[in-house]
């Protein structure tokens, strides 16, 4: 008798072309943002640390510690490593966010404005690093997609009837 193989989803996500296309739309923009912008925010803040003091000096370490974490998450959601890229992702973004936050209120307190426009100077930095949020959401996206995966289940399924195989094994004759 011939086996029914037709409920298996005949495309599997891991060529699924839609996926494909979003982790490397995912990592260009993660490169762009969150090295280029948020990184060089806080290369920038430690280059001019005598200027701005100890505060905006730690500030900055954490804004590329932040872009670390987000780079990382998303190397993590295309290699499928699902919870690990979900938590680098959003620490590295809610850290972003924060001090990102610090550093608006650090200007608006400062009253740092652009001297041509007299616009203040955190709406710059705002308008600069918010967009890191379109890479994050499609790195959560995708792991999000790939962890509630036909083929993700499955492999859970299996890992879990193994653990179970193996702990209900008889034990060892004793002599």
């Known amino acids: 008798m011939k086996k029914n193989t037709h409920s298996i989803p005949s495309r599997t996500l891991k060529r699924h072309p839609v996926i494909y296309v979003l982790k490397w739309i995912m990592m260009i923009l993660t490169v762009v943002l969150s090295v280029f912008i948020v990184c060089m925010v806080g290369a ?4 001019n640390h005598k200027s701005y003091g100890t505060k905006l000096t730690v500030v900055g370490i954490l804004f590329i510690l932040s872009g670390i974490f987000m780079v990382t998450g998303g190397v993590l959601a295309c290699i499928k490593k699902n919870i690990a890229s ?8 809610a850290l972003c966010m924060y001090m990102l936050y610090l550093l608006a ?11 041509y426009t007299m616009s203040p100077i955190s709406d710059m930095y705002i308008s600069r690093v918010i967009p890191v949020i379109i890479p994050v959401v499609l790195a959560v996206f995708i792991a999000l997609v790939q962890f509630f995966s036909y083929e993700a289940a499955e492999a859970r399924r299996e890992k879990r ?7 209900n094994e008889p034990a060892p004759p004793i002599i």
Do not use: P
């Open 86 to 93: 979900l938590s680098f992702t959003v620490s590295g973004f």
């Open 44 to 47: 920038g803040l430690i280059y």
């Open 161 to 167: 009837r193994l653990k179970k195989e193996k702990e």
């Open 105 to 115: 209120d650090h200007a608006d307190r400062s009253g740092w404005s652009d001297k």
